[in-house]
């Protein structure tokens, strides 16, 4: 399986030195290879959607391994020194952070329009006297004059 080797910047295609066997858990192959079996970190979701794990060894020598999961796309990216590391999160792991606040307010929102409807007994897009009476009122009047160029209208038209 090809994977990728990140130094400074420069990128380089590489054969994958986990040697992953096709019947075998990702735990197990992390475990062989002297990695923790868990992520020291992970950004965005790759069980929804994009996701990125770091994993480091049980040692703390290089290289450290990072999967970029793209629903049952992966690639790893393998680093070899700190520099190189902070280099990589500081140019790649926004693009799934952003997601992942993205996916959080998503979420946010439909509890609080939930929590909202709960509390006012209508929809938070629905304006009523209580909750915000002058954008009720602001609404009436629209309403209103609308009517009334309909009506202006219709007189008009039947007068012809």
């Known amino acids: 399986m090809k994977s990728w080797k990140y130094h400074q910047g420069e990128w380089t295609e590489i054969e994958d030195p986990l040697e992953w066997k096709d019947d075998e858990e990702w735990k197990t192959v992390l475990e062989r290879a002297g990695y923790y079996s868990f992520p020291q970190q992970t950004w965005g979701d790759s069980a929804v959607s994009a996701g990125v794990e770091l ?10 391994l990072i999967t970029f999961n793209l629903s049952d796309y992966i690639e790893h990216v393998y ?11 500081r140019d790649y792991t926004p ?26 007994g209508h929809s938070y897009m629905d304006v009523c006297p209580s909750c915000d009476p002058l954008e009720f009122e602001k609404r009436q009047q629209f309403h209103q004059k609308r009517m009334e160029r309909q009506k202006t209208k219709q007189r008009s038209e039947a007068e012809r």
């Open 95 to 120: 693009l799934f952070s952003l997601q992942q606040i993205a996916e959080i307010q998503d979420e946010l929102q439909t509890l609080f329009e939930r929590a909202f409807r709960a509390w006012h």
């Open 79 to 89: 680093i070899d020194d700190i520099p190189s590391l902070m280099q990589w999160l």
């Open 55 to 64: 994993y480091v060894k049980k040692d703390y020598k290089p290289p450290c």
